[in-house]
């Protein structure tokens, strides 16, 4: 198997590479007064705030410099709001849950904990539909609320 590998990072013969016939005039293609050095223009991004300022700033604007205020220790924890829509609600219940209480004529309805599948705040994008459930979560927004009271739901603070 190595043997094929060789064959095939070698299809052709050293004879016929360009650089074998470049032998004979003294700078193979890289020409007299440039010359082939190693690393004329610097390595990586040396020169990005001197000579190469302009391919800096056409293709990377933005690249030097500070934007914003800084925040000392800053913790994840306390800003951490995952968050749904009201219009996945129903999605989360199960649509035969969502049949088994349209069924159901003695008023209960569906209690959907959302911080039990991960989610703290619930948002109001999205319709819900004329069909009542009672949502526990961390936060409402002032639409999901309206919407999940308007379609005869509740909504139960938790903490």
Known sequence: MEDDQL???CAQPTAAKKHRKERGGMH???GRIGKHRK??????????????????????PGYFGKVGMRYFHYK???HHMP??????LWSIVGLEQRKEYLKKNDGTVPLLDV???GFFKVLGKGKLPKQPI????KFFSKQAEEKIKN???ACILTA
Do not use: E, L, W
């Open 151 to 153: 379609a005869g739901g």
């Open 134 to 137: 009672a949502v526990k979560a």
């Open 83 to 88: 968050t749904v829509n009201v219009d996945k």
């Open 115 to 117: 911080t039990a599948h």
């Open 7 to 9: 064959t095939r990072d």
């Open 39 to 60: 690393h004329p223009s610097g390595r990586g991004n040396a020169g990005g705030q001197h000579m190469h300022r302009i391919a800096f700033d056409k293709y990377h």
């Open 28 to 30: 193979c293609g890289n």
């Open 76 to 78: 994840k924890n306390p």
